[in-house]
């Protein structure tokens, strides 16, 4: 996806273990996203950001972190994986933060085994 | 392909049909929409959007019909092909926070 890159693609932690996936964009947009997709649900907001170092909880928000620190960088942190966070997760960008305008990365496959 | 794909209801349509797809809606206070594509291993893309002061609004072979009396969204691909197969779904907002509300989807699945 142009402009929006998420790293890794994939991996597989053990419970109990710190996991930090990150999304980086190149499109200088003030806001990011991050989303979990799951059988059964839509996708559902974890955490987001309006501007640098401001952050703010999502719908699903528990045992996850994130940081902002630049403007081209979101970092999603696990602090302590657990099975049940096992799922695809998304970043996504947007210029306006309206519903409008959503780019979303490739996604990160995480298995927590 | 991704998993979560495997508990979507699923729409079987030939090559060359029409197919259509549904969408209920949640907050009748919701006044944009939009419909996302999302192929195998790939993240959602936009495909096309609709105000609620519009009740159709048409794209390149796809089409949106709203109906806000019964909260009901639809989307119809026109002369469907092969690489229209991925899992679509709706999205509504603002939403609670001003945040988007997406979807489950449905995974179409394009019959030779």
């Known amino acids: 996806d142009a402009g929006i890159t998420q790293s890794p693609r994939h991996k597989v932690t053990e419970t109990g273990t710190p996991v930090t996936l990150r999304c980086h964009q190149t499109?200088?947009?003030?806001?990011m996203y991050w989303y979990r997709q799951d059988p059964g649900h839509g996708l559902r907001l974890i955490h987001y950001?309006?501007?640098?170092?401001?952050?703010d909880k999502g719908e699903v928000s528990d045992g996850y972190s994130v940081s902002r620190s630049k403007t081209e960088d979101f970092l999603l942190t696990l602090e302590s994986a657990t099975s049940s966070q096992t799922s695809v997760y998304f970043c996504?960008?947007?210029?306006?933060?309206?519903?409008?305008?959503?780019?979303f990365g490739s996604g990160t496959r995480l298995t927590v085994v | 392909g991704e998993s979560v794909g495997l508990h979507l209801p699923t729409l079987s349509v030939q090559e060359g049909d029409n197919s259509i797809i549904n969408c209920a809606y949640s907050?009748?206070?919701?006044?944009?929409f939009i419909w996302y594509k999302q192929e195998s291993g790939k993240g959602p893309q936009f495909i096309i959007d609709?105000?609620?002061?519009?009740d159709k609004r048409q794209g390149q072979r796809v089409t949106v019909l709203l109906n806000k009396t019964v909260k009901h969204l639809s989307l119809q691909i026109a002369a469907t092909q092969p690489g229209d197969s991925a899992v679509y779904f709706c999205?509504?907002?603002?939403?609670?926070?001003?945040?988007?509300?997406f979807g489950k989807g449905t995974r179409l699945h394009i019959l030779p």
């Open positions: 499109e200088n947009h003030r806001y």
């Open positions: 950001s309006y501007g640098v170092k401001d952050t």
């Open positions: 907050n009748s206070a919701s006044d944009y």
């Open positions: 609709i105000r609620s002061n519009m």
């Open positions: 999205a509504e907002g603002p939403g609670r926070d001003d945040k988007i509300i």
């Open positions: 996504a960008i947007s210029e306006s933060g309206q519903i409008y305008g959503y780019t």
